[in-house]
């Protein structure tokens, strides 16, 4: 049985049923993108004063990655130009560039993650905190028995409300603790405070998005390419349905960006 | 929607976001990477019209 309206229109919604089906599904994505930003709205608006923290984020980065995913935008947009004028070489090369650009960015969110896993909040038992990246680990480090020490690269500071902004780097310096001076001891991940917590659920969502949109343009660029030869027609609508996907998941973070790095 | 009408939503965003950060650089007093944001915006902007003028047989449908 053939599938009817893959590659013609379809009289009464003007066009192929992928394409129908595609932004049906995102519909779906933006209710779920839109319940997502507003839980961080309210959370933000809602914080008492001095408890949700500026700067914690790196701006260069997130200007690096949101460079990225424009340009792979136009690189998506581009490789479905080259279906249509049937430039298969364009088209690898563009699909190609989508799929570098798509990795590089995870890879600088992978960076990001990990340097809030560094990051360590230490409460002292003389009541002030240390704060910065862990560069040490004694050995012997054992914060239940008391014994060993941590090295970090941070401040110290007298109450939680100065850890809100961010330090200024010439004021981080080295700062050995001692595990018998540690009263508490947690780093920056989902579970440290609500910021954190919204933070790595919006971009790990969009971050798993972004991991579907490199399986689907990765199986079009290398073994469903195949179908280039096979049913064009058919190919390029695939290709367009799948840019329609990448468009969302960029334009998912042209809104992250600035609320999460910038405001 | 075809994906040349998503794409033009996505410019339009694009210019909307680096303008946005133009006149948030410019409002605290940093001038270098608030033309750094507008030349961006002009850019994008460019950009778009460009790309309409490459694509003006391709359905918005």
């Known amino acids: ?263 | 929607m075809s994906l040349k009408a998503f794409h033009l939503v996505f410019v339009t965003a694009m210019s909307s976001l680096t303008f946005g950060c133009a006149l948030w650089r410019f409002a605290v007093g940093d001038a270098l990477f608030g033309s750094l944001a507008a030349a961006a915006g002009v850019g994008v902007i460019i950009y778009g019209i460009l790309f309409l003028k490459k694509l003006k047989h391709v359905s918005f449908l």
């Open chain 1, 1 to 263: 049985m053939e599938i009817p309206y893959t590659i013609q229109p379809r009289p009464d919604t003007g066009t192929y049923n992928a394409k129908i089906g595609m932004w049906l599904f995102l519909a779906s994505e933006v209710m779920l993108f839109g319940g997502l930003f507003s839980s961080y709205i309210l959370l933000r608006v809602g914080a008492p004063a001095d408890t949700w923290p500026h700067g914690w984020l790196n701006v260069p980065l997130g200007t690096i990655n949101t460079a990225l995913l424009s340009l792979s935008a136009i690189t998506t947009l581009l490789a479905w130009v080259a279906c249509k004028t049937k430039n298969y070489g364009r088209f690898k090369l563009c699909h190609g560039l989508t799929l570098l650009l798509a990795v590089t960015f995870l890879g600088i969110k992978a960076y990001e993650y990990r340097d809030k896993f560094l990051h360590y909040e230490v409460r002292l038992t003389d009541g002030r905190i240390a704060d910065g990246h862990l560069e040490e680990k004694s050995k012997d480090f054992d914060l239940a028995k008391k014994t060993g020490e941590v090295v970090l690269h941070g401040r110290i500071v007298g109450s939680q409300a100065e850890l809100m902004t961010h330090g200024k780097a010439a004021d981080m310096k080295e700062i050995k603790v001692a595990a018998a001076d540690i009263k508490r001891m947690q780093n920056y991940g989902p579970w440290h405070n609500t910021y954190l917590a919204i933070y790595f659920v919006l971009t790990g969502l969009h971050a798993l998005h972004i991991i579907g949109g490199i399986l689907i343009i990765g199986y079009y660029w290398g073994p469903g390419s195949a179908m280039w030869f096979t049913n064009h027609e058919l190919f390029t609508n695939r290709i367009e349905v799948s840019g329609l996907f990448w468009h969302f998941v960029d334009l998912v973070w042209i809104f992250l960006f600035p609320v999460l790095y910038l405001m």
